[in-house]
Structure formats: C-alpha cells, structure tokens
Nanobody, 122 residues
Framework: QVQLVESGGGLVQAGGSLRVSCAASGRIFSINVMGWYRQAPGKQRELVAAITSGGSTNYADSVKGRFTISRDNAKNTVYLQMNSLKAEDTAVYYC????????????????WGKGTLVTVSS
C-alpha cells in the first residue's frame, strides 16, 4: 500500500508565498504523474498542477505564472511553490499520484493524500 503525506499548508497573507510538499511512501517502483488538486468550500475539486516523471507540467489557467510544480523522483516527492497568493486560492490542497507501479510489471494504481489546508487572508 502506498501512502501520501502532505505538509506545508497554513495561513498566509494575500501576495505571500507558501510551499506544500507531498511524499509518497511504501512499495514504489515508479510513479507516472504526481499532482495537486484543490477544493474550496462549496466547490468541486479541481486540478491545480501536475507533473510527469519526465518533467512535463500542466497548470490550471488560474495559477499559471504564480505556481510552480516540481518533483524529486528519487524521493517520490512532489512540491508546489505558490507565489502571489490570492484569497481565491484558499482551499484544501490534495496530493494525487497516477500510475503508481509497486512492481515493474504490476498494475498501476492511483492514490490521494488526505489534504492540507491553505488559507490566504485578504
């Protein structure tokens, strides 16, 4: 079983910066995609950013130019650097992994973290 543990959430003023991290642990051979989703109160969960094992990235339009996603494949860890934060960025941020292989020829699985709260005060 693979577990995802997020860290780094908290309270920050508008215009400030915050970095959240997510470490995957357990039996892991490889992870195809690591990403971050967020869910604000009363809204659906939405993709924030994702990164492939090869380093290709995808961002929501609302965070382009402000957020940067990166990963350390050796540590099975993904980071989200959030700059110029806005009140509308307030949400629970969830780590997501897609295509997790516990063995070279195993069946890929997807996992979610429990989430970390990011609150941006205006």
């Amino acid at each position: 079983q693979v577990q995802l543990v997020e860290s780094g959430g908290g309270l920050v003023q508008a215009g400030g910066s915050l970095r959240v991290s997510c470490a995957a642990s357990g039996r892991i051979f490889s992870i195809n995609v690591m990403g971050w989703y967020r869910q604000a109160p009363g809204k659906q969960r939405e993709l924030v950013a994702a990164i492939t094992s090869g380093g290709s990235t995808n961002y929501a339009d609302s965070v382009k130019g402000r957020f940067t996603i990166s990963r350390d494949n050796a540590k099975n860890t993904v980071y989200l650097q959030m700059n110029s934060l806005k009140a509308e960025d307030t949400a629970v941020y969830y780590c997501n992994t897609q295509g997790v292989y516990e063995y070279r020829y195993g069946r890929p699985r997807d996992y979610w973290g429990k989430g970390t709260l990011v609150t941006v005060s205006s």
